[in-house]
């Protein structure tokens, strides 16, 4: 059975983006962008939801090509690329870059891959998450909070129907206060 990891950046409050979709809050240092490249090239498939497929593929594509791009956002788009993806949407027709698209119960699917042979998998996307957490197929949590309060947005966490208890397995300070803490499920 594969493992099912849950990780983005998040606000102190709570949130992946801000109310307007805004991003900018999350000022990741190269300490902190070399963590989350070591953590994607462990990942055998990237799962998406329409909104974070499109904040990433309208970005990371190209992104090796750009003037003064770091080695560590070369590697970041060229593993992006190489990686296979799943998106999942009912609007979204044009995929690209090692991708398909499920348009079915997505609770069904990732059950469906998470029983299959390979690696870890990684779910993006706070709404495509939250139904993966609800059906109880979230193995690992990994959470980078930024010092930050943005007042709203889409929230990492979303209503459960019951707890879900977690163990510590780590915790890891980046410049500028971000604080990762990584959960396993019990």
Avoid: C
Avoid at 120 to 141: H, Q
Avoid at 148 to 167: E, I
């Amino acid at each position: 059975m594969r493992k099912l990891i849950y990780g983005m950046n998040v606000s102190l409050d709570g949130y992946t983006t801000a109310p307007d979709g805004d991003l900018g809050w999350s000022e990741p240092s190269d300490e902190l962008f070399e963590f989350w490249l070591e953590q994607e090239q462990g990942i055998e498939l990237f799962l998406y939801g329409r909104g974070l497929w499109e904040t990433m593929s309208s970005h990371w594509p190209t992104a090796d090509r750009l003037p003064g791009a770091t080695a560590a956002e070369i590697a970041f788009a060229r593993n992006w690329r190489d990686t296979p993806k799943v998106v999942f949407s009912s609007t979204t027709t044009e995929v690209d870059w090692n991708t398909r698209v499920e348009t079915g119960d997505a609770v069904a699917e990732i059950t469906r891959l998470k029983a299959g042979e390979g690696g870890p998998m990684r779910v993006g996307g706070p709404t495509l998450a939250a139904a993966a957490v609800r059906a109880g197929l979230v193995d690992e949590y990994e959470i980078v909070t930024h010092p930050v309060l943005v007042g709203g947005g889409a929230p990492f966490h979303a209503p459960l129907d019951g707890w879900v208890k977690l163990d510590l397995v780590e915790t890891r300070t980046f410049p500028g206060g971000v604080l990762l803490t990584r959960y396993r499920r019990r």
